[in-house]
């Protein structure tokens, strides 16, 4: 969601668009106090409380968000890579019936720990499952024993499921809402320290907006559009004029009808001379009188030749 406050033209660090729970900080702070006590004893003993606190600060990291106002778009949960797109029959803990399409995200242990809603609806179902402490990190994600969140928001575009999965060490899932909340497209529902692994199960009658491989922007990259078609690719200008030149007919093309605008002058008057010769021609040679006349002069021709 968008930060509420001094607009982006008045701020001063306008890239600034993350920050810190307030855990991390207590726990960073935690670290460093353990880190001077320990170099008060030998000084390289000092790393062996700070490192830790700096991963418990960049894994708390959160981040601002600003979503698309586009009803028909499903957005991603968090921040992460694509894994897979594929029809699968969701989980039963979802409630979804029949086979829906599950979009895989694997995040990584310092990506932001926000949970978005992916879609504007109500919280219709909300559970956890509770990990395994062995389970540290979420390295598959369908491992038994993993720490689980499981979401149902019904909305605009129907029912949408998400499961959340991370490693069972320590409270790395929170929920922020409840059960019939309505929520916003974009607005953080859960958070989830250390990465891990986020499904959202949407159901047919769309098209997928990203492929394996795709880094996605948790709150802002649509992953889902509903009512989207292919689009047909309209023909340029030179296939255009192609396509016309073939359905134009030519003088060779057997349906070209001939007419005074397509035919050139030079050629309209010798068809119209040779025309008029072929006429008068049929004409004489309709005539009796002119065909015994004719069979005279030739009759006398042959006795000349004779003599």
Same mark, same amino acid.
């Given at each position: ?21 307030? /855990? ?39 981040? /601002?968000? +600003? ?12 921040? &992460? ?51 395994? *402490? ?29 499961? +959340?999965?991370? &490693? ?14 309505? +929520? ?15 499904? +959202? ?11 394996? &491989? ?15 078609? *292919? ?14 030149? /073939? ?34 021609? *049929? ?14 002069? /030739? ?9």
């Amino acid at each position: 969601m968008a930060k509420r406050g001094k607009p982006m033209t008045e701020r001063s660090l306008p890239w600034w668009q993350s920050g810190f729970d307030l /855990e991390g900080v207590v726990g960073f702070l935690a670290g460093w106090l353990l880190g001077i006590l320990l170099g008060m004893l030998w000084s390289p003993l000092f790393w062996i409380g700070f490192i830790p606190g700096i991963v418990i600060l960049f894994a708390t990291r959160t981040a /601002e968000r +600003v979503s698309p106002e586009d009803s028909s778009l499903i957005l991603a949960p968090c921040d &992460g890579v694509i894994v897979s797109v594929e029809d699968v029959d969701p989980p039963e803990q979802l409630g979804l019936v029949g086979p829906h399409k599950r979009i895989r995200v694997s995040s990584s242990p310092f990506a932001t720990n926000n949970i978005h809603a992916v879609t504007e609806g109500s919280i219709e179902h909300a559970e956890r499952e509770t990990g395994a *402490a062995e389970n540290f990190a979420a390295l598959r994600p369908d491992t038994p024993g993993l720490e689980v969140l499981f979401f149902s928001l019904t909305g605009g575009v129907g029912k949408v499921g998400m499961r +959340v999965a991370t &490693g069972g060490l320590g409270p790395r899932l929170v929920t922020k809402v409840d059960i019939g909340d309505h +929520v916003p497209a974009g607005k953080t529902i859960a958070t989830r320290r250390l990465g891990g692994w986020c499904d +959202v199960y949407v159901p047919r009658g769309g098209a997928t907006q990203v492929e394996p &491989g795709r880094t996605l922007i948790g709150g802002e990259t649509a992953i889902w559009r509903y009512g989207a078609a *292919a689009a047909v690719p309209e023909p340029d200008d030179a296939e255009e004029d192609i396509f016309d030149d /073939e359905d134009e007919p030519t003088e060779l093309d057997a349906d070209y009808a001939a007419s005074p605008e397509t035919t050139p002058p030079e050629v309209a008057e010798d068809v119209e001379e040779e025309v008029k010769t072929e006429s008068d021609a *049929a004409t004489k040679s309709d005539d009796p009188a002119e065909m015994f006349a004719r069979l005279r002069r /030739e009759a006398s021709k042959i006795s000349d030749e004779d003599d």
